[in-house]
């Protein structure tokens, strides 16, 4: 059984930065296909990017050169790294995993995934 645990929001000023976690429990690193999504209240889900076996990232155009997604095997947790925040920016964010991971994963949808955290609220104030 997968399980996945977000922490790391919270508020701040807009240009400022946050860094999300996400701890995989369960979850085999040795192929993984897994993903960082936002939501506001009335809007879909929305696909802020992914990373998947190796390493390799993809990221939406809307944060493409602020966000940055990384992961560390050994602690089976994922990062998001967010700089230079803006107000548009503020959403509930959720990780996702997928397993088993095949598949393409570059530009895995919501529907892709079959894993997901809780969520963790980021608020920016202009």
């Known amino acids: 059984q997968v399980q996945l645990v977000e922490s790391g929001g919270g508020s701040v000023q807009a240009g400022g930065s946050l860094r999300l976690s996400c701890v995989a429990f369960g979850y085999g690193y040795s192929s993984y296909c897994m993903g960082w999504f936002r939501q506001v209240p009335g809007k879909e889900r929305e696909r802020v990017g992914a990373?998947?076996?190796?390493?390799?990232?993809s990221y939406a155009d809307s944060v493409k050169g602020r966000f940055t997604i990384s992961q560390d095997n050994v602690k089976k947790t994922m990062y998001l790294q967010m700089n230079s925040l803006k107000p548009e920016d503020a959403a509930m964010y959720y990780c996702a995993a997928r397993w088993p991971s095949d598949g393409s994963c570059r530009n895995a949808l919501s529907r892709d995934f079959n894993y997901w955290g809780q969520g963790t609220q980021v608020t920016v104030s202009s």
């Open positions: 990373v998947w076996t190796g390493g390799f990232t």
